[in-house]
């Protein structure tokens, strides 16, 4: 029996969003950002009475994928949105956003520098890990990001992303009779910590940190090795493992860690208890 190939998606077509902004959203994508205009679908509804009459109209975003809007003709505008900056506030609307992807750190900064000359608050730029970027709104209040890529993505991306996930699915199993009982990073961390002492038979109740063995980590191991208060091991090729005998204790500035990446410090696992975690000093004890 043949078999079938495996399905694999080429890329993202398109992205769509609604507008009550006809003229700004077409000036801003169009004039400010550049995107050619290339197709707009004119309809009387579709399917049912209460369907308004739209306008759908695509942008290229470049390698064949567009951005779209719709414009339901007379429908009635939402409460508007108060003015925000260009940052997180509103996490759960800010959570669908577009994101191009620019091709070095200078063109990401010749973006900003556009975007600024022509009046559009833009963000500093922020540094996650993998990326870097920088956001900004558009008429619409919604949140819109450029980034570029620090390094390519490794088996050991995926491998440490499927723990994660794995740890977090039984941080809330293990609550499950509470509904989103799981409110801190912390619980995932300290799951994900005792995931991998099972899967690589470590044992102690020492605080410790398991910490992927990646660039944008490494000043942490180095640090550590440094520091004759703390064993470092490797206990696979993919993570190293911080030990302390009653304490780990780290600053930001002194590590170089942009803040994006020192509050995820512990995405490779914990062992113990976090007893301080500013926007530059962290000290983990025993749990």
Avoid at 109 to 127: F, R
Wanted: charged share 25%; glycine share 8%.
């Amino acid at each position: 029996m043949t078999e079938s190939p495996a399905l694999r998606f080429s890329g993202v077509d398109h992205t769509a969003r609604p507008t009550w902004k006809l003229r700004e959203t077409v000036e801003f994508y169009r004039d400010t950002l550049g995107l050619p205009l290339v197709h707009t679908i004119s309809a009387r509804g579709w399917g049912p009475e209460t369907h308004p009459d739209f306008l759908h109209f695509f942008f290229d975003s470049g390698n064949g994928s567009t951005i779209a809007f719709f414009y339901y003709l007379g429908d009635a505008k939402p409460a508007e949105r108060p003015l925000m900056p260009p940052t997180p506030d509103d996490h759960v609307f800010d959570a669908t956003h577009t994101a191009w992807l620019a091709d070095s750190a200078e063109q990401l900064q010749a973006w900003k520098d556009m975007l600024e000359s022509k009046g559009v608050e833009v963000s500093s730029t922020t540094q996650h890990e993998v990326i870097e970027s920088i956001y900004f709104r558009d008429p619409n209040g919604y949140f819109i990001e450029i980034t570029v890529k620090l390094r390519p993505l490794q088996l050991l991306d995926a491998q440490d992303a499927a723990w994660t996930l794995q740890a977090a699915m039984d941080a809330e199993a293990a609550t499950s009779q509470q509904a989103h009982a799981v409110h801190k990073i912390d619980t995932v961390w300290r799951e994900k910590g005792k995931l991998l002492c099972g899967e690589f038979g470590i044992t102690g109740d020492s605080p410790g940190i398991f910490i992927p063995a990646l660039d944008e980590f490494a000043s942490v191991v180095e640090a550590a090795q440094q520091s004759a208060e703390y064993k470092v091991s490797q206990p696979s090729p993919g993570y190293f493992l911080i030990e302390g005998k009653t304490a780990l204790e780290f600053r930001r500035k002194e590590l170089g860690l942009k803040p994006a990446v020192w509050y995820g410090l512990f995405t490779g696992g914990l062992r113990g208890r976090i007893d301080a975690f500013d926007k530059d000093r962290v000290r983990v004890v025993a749990a």
